[in-house]
């Protein structure tokens, strides 16, 4: 095996091929890897339009030159699908995590702001929290922690859900304190919770999905939270440099950019047949596991080579 290897290597090889590393080259791939499967009979102006958008996602996370970041595309490529009433070719590429935003968002699908009025650190960061613990006030989600009722007192005379609620937003706000102004929910959050956090200039994300929420983690660098605390250690915080708002179809999102590039593929799909085919493809090619684009070999040379393109 050491002597194939060295043999590979050596300049006697003759089963080297020269590839020139450009952009032309790298749209070439991709769009050989695109065209592998018959995608719903995509023509070819939409073909091209996809594997641009790949493209631009794949060089918008390579790292530039003195950039410190480590690199991986599984982590820094998302693909978010819009089925219905949409053709592929109407696909776009944005520039950061892209989250869709539950009923809880103080804007509506027709006047969507630029930006929001953000609460920020002395270094102007957005400083996140984590949570995949209930925030509704439910009792049939257990009560949280040092939150306990006494036996003999009847639950009829017990508002326990305001009693839950008062614990959650004696947490909430000692979070707040501590100048976070991003909290995100895998679960449900309570209305008053909800309100608190707005009139506080905090952003409010809840109903995260377990994928968002990993993806979350992965753009703020914090901790997933799972218990209820007054308490919590500053390295459990994450940062955001920018949340921005925006509408897709009468669709509320967040574009969350952190500290490493982040890059969301938007793939409008017209029929779950064609999100079948398309999906799993366009994802594979963006965290390079249909060919070694982006990581063995390919972080090796593909990446340090796309830099000066």
Known sequence: ????????????????????????????????????????????????????????????????????????????????????????????????????????????HHHCPEQLVLKRDPNGKIVTALFDISMAGDPSDGYPDGLHLESDVPLGLVDVEGVMVGRILEMVEYVVRQGVGFVGCQKCVHRRVKSYCEGQGVVMLDRLSSVYMNAVKNVTGGEVISSFSLNYPSSWWGALNSITPMVIQDKRFLILEGSSPQATLVLHCNSDVEADELVPLCRGIGEGRVVPLCRGIGEGRVVPLCRGI
């Open 1 to 108: 095996m050491l002597q194939v290897a060295a043999y590979l290597g050596s300049s006697d090889c003759v089963c080297k091929l020269e590839l020139p590393m450009s952009s032309v080259w790298l749209m070439t791939l991709v769009r050989c890897m695109l065209c592998t499967r018959p995608i719903s009979g995509l023509d070819k102006m939409t073909q091209d339009r996809i594997a641009s958008l790949l493209l631009q996602a794949f060089l918008h996370i390579v790292p530039a030159p003195g950039e410190t970041h480590t690199f991986s595309s599984k982590l820094q490529f998302h693909l978010h699908p819009m089925v219905g009433n949409s053709a592929a070719g109407d696909s776009s590429l944005v520039r950061g995590l892209l989250v869709e935003v539950q009923d809880n968002s103080p804007w509506d």
